[in-house]
């Protein structure tokens, strides 16, 4: 009763963002399941840096929802790397320039020549201050949260997706906690990232090395992805740069364990007692309200 009133309500199609992970592919399923796949459009905002196997789990996913899933791109912007040498940067405090300009903007441009009844993120359990800063500052995008409607944490989503007989994506299994931008690796990945990619992805590591001295050159200050956050703080190189020798490389840094996703012990469910978050309980009274 309820759902068919919810659904007499829909006049434009319920957008399902599907990034390419686990999160957002389950977040699409669950808003098919409910809302029907005629009122829904999933679209992915391809970066042109996605791992050869994002594309194949796209494919899987679409055959799973019985629904296409749409690509959109930058029309401005063809490869990362002109996003970083033109602006001389990789990552700072305010997000990184990819991030922005191949997803965020790619998103904008798309929403000011199309018309929804929402729009859904995968942003999971533990992702409730993203899910507040999304509903303050773009509250025009009627955003909705089926992962946090649901309690769905990452590794409920993985478990999800393989009862359902899907292959997850192999960063995953690699060992990594995202599928972002595997191309080249992701700039805002962290120490612990960027130690993995090191001692496992070398070829992948040294490129972006270059990248970072590259961009220092031109210019004339340091560029880097990644900071010290300890007290001594400061910027932190891939590898040491012969202009800037006070400047750590990783390799002076602690190790920093990824723990891989994909070696769920069956307690996904431990924090089932635990009190919950007062913000989720405030971001899915909003959502309620929607309906």
Known sequence: MMKNKILKKIKEPVICWWSGGVTSA??????????????????????????????????????????????????????IQEVWEDGL?????????????????????????????YQVFGFELSEWKRAKSLLINHSHTNPIFPLMMFGLTKEDCIKIIQESGLEIPRMYQ??????????????QGGIGYWQKMKKDFPDKFNTMAEMEHKLTDKKGSPVTMLKDQSKKGGLVFLKKHKDYPDIKEISEMRGREVKPLVECNGLCGVNDLSDRNPTEKELNNYQQELF
């Open 174 to 187: 690699y060992g990594f906690r995202n599928n972002n931008c595997f191309k080249t690796g992701c700039v």
């Open 26 to 79: 389950v977040a699409c399923k669950l808003t098919i399941d409910f809302f029907g796949k005629n009122n829904c459009k999933v679209i992915f905002i391809d970066t042109r840096n996605e791992d050869d196997d994002t594309y194949r789990f796209k494919d899987d996913c679409s055959k799973w929802y019985e629904l296409e899933i749409e690509s959109i791109s930058s029309k401005t912007r063809s490869t």
């Open 89 to 117: 940067y990789l990552n700072v405090a305010g997000g990184a320039p990819c991030s922005s300009q191949l997803k965020k903007m790619v998103r904008e441009y798309w929403e000011r020549r199309n018309s929804w009844s």
